[in-house]
Structures are given as structure tokens and as C-alpha cells.
């Protein structure tokens, strides 16, 4: 997983920030923030797909 993707990800699901914090915090715009977590959940359920 990119650096970016993984940061949104751990920032959102491990801490609980809320969207609008995590893009300040990373310098990205709302709907990037957005866009990184939902590449970060298709690249983790990617494993599960493959399995049935």
C-alpha cells in the first residue's frame, strides 16, 4: 500500500480521526482523503476476493 494510502488508513481507522482532520493533517483536500481510504479498503479486501 502507498505511504499516502497507508497514512489516510492508520489516521482514520486506527486513531478515529474524522475526514476534515486528516486531510489537514496531511495536506490534502477533502476528497482526497476520501479517495486514499477508499484505495485502502479495496487493497485490503483484495486478498478475501480471491479466496472464494
Known sequence: MPP???AVFLA???E???YPAIAL???LELAEVQDELAA???????PFD???
Not at 40 to 46: E, G, Q, R, Y
Open 40 to 46: 485502502a479498503l479495496v487493497a485490503l479486501s483484495a
Open 4 to 6: 499516502r494510502t497507508r
Open 50 to 52: 480471491e479466496s472464494y
Open 25 to 27: 493533517r496531511l495536506n
Open 12 to 14: 482514520h481507522c486506527v
Open 16 to 18: 478515529g480521526l474524522p
